[in-house]
């Protein structure tokens, strides 16, 4: 199976099947971590025929997505010296891939990269689109580049020894880009009408449609963090380490679509309805906030937010999607209210 994007900077397709023979006439390195690597390093070698390789391995983590791991990886290319040609191979979930990209984009202003992620959620996710970044103390993904890699290639091989809670995770993914653009999609997930392939399929699919139409999020692909501006405040205040990214998400998505309902959008069943599909796959609906005024603060280090203006993406139902700015204060203080 093969999704193609067709960006203004760059066109590329995105295999979703059995790894195939990836043949690199450059000096390549993959960057991984110590725990994909231990998994599936040999597997990833035994496809891949290249001039000279190395593997670069990072430490694995959300809390390691840092200025540290980029300029270690960037002295290991130099060392070997690497050069414009170069390739490199991002092989491990989101973190690894954001991380890989930027890498890329910087590294003598811009060499070739491919995408092999190894979690569901950095396959549906992630590794489409060509979004880089690393995190700092102001909040999620706040350095970066928009940065389309060469190829992406989606094989569930590795899903065979991912944990649930990881699992979980990418489903958060897959709901959400149903719940934004695809009644039908929902109803199929809800229903079990569906491979993993092919839910896998279908989420790519819509991203990349999504990601033809607006490569850098300046108006649809916004649209694509629904869940997150709640969920990155989430994951902001619990240090990185309380929730997978996919969890954070699935609470920002039951709180948006609290923000929906009060705004008179979202019926109270079809919220249900989202909240029942979450806890099918065991992801997390609740979050306590401590201090309220502290959590709507965190809204404002959002790089989504524009002259100190809030943007929240809603669903108006399943399956159509709404921007809603200029909020009330107090409306968005009376929806975290729910979930003191």
Sequence with gaps: MKVNITTPTKSYDIHIGKLPEIKLDTKTAIITNP????????YLTNHLNTKELHIITLPDGEEYKNFDSINYALDRLFDAKFDRNSTLIAFGGGVIGDMTGFIASIFLRGVKFIQIPTTLLSMVDSSVGGKTGINNKYGKNLIGTFYQPEAVYIDT????????????????EIIKMAVMFDKKFFEDIKNNRLTLEEMIKRAVELKAEVVNQDEKEKGIRSVLNYGHTFGHVIENLTNYKTYLHGEAVAIGMVMANELSKKLGYLSEEESKEIKKLLEKYNLPTTFKIKDIDEFYNHFFLDKKTMN??????????????????NIDEKIIKNVLKEFK
Excluded: D, Q
């Design 308 to 325: 100190n203006e809030i943007k929240f993406i809603i669903p108006e139902k399943i399956g159509k999607y709404k921007i809603v700015k």
């Design 157 to 172: 091989y590795f899903l065979k020894t991912l944990e649930k809670r990881e699992f979980a995770a990418g489903m958060a």
């Design 35 to 42: 725990k994909v690597s231990g998994l599936h390093i040999n």
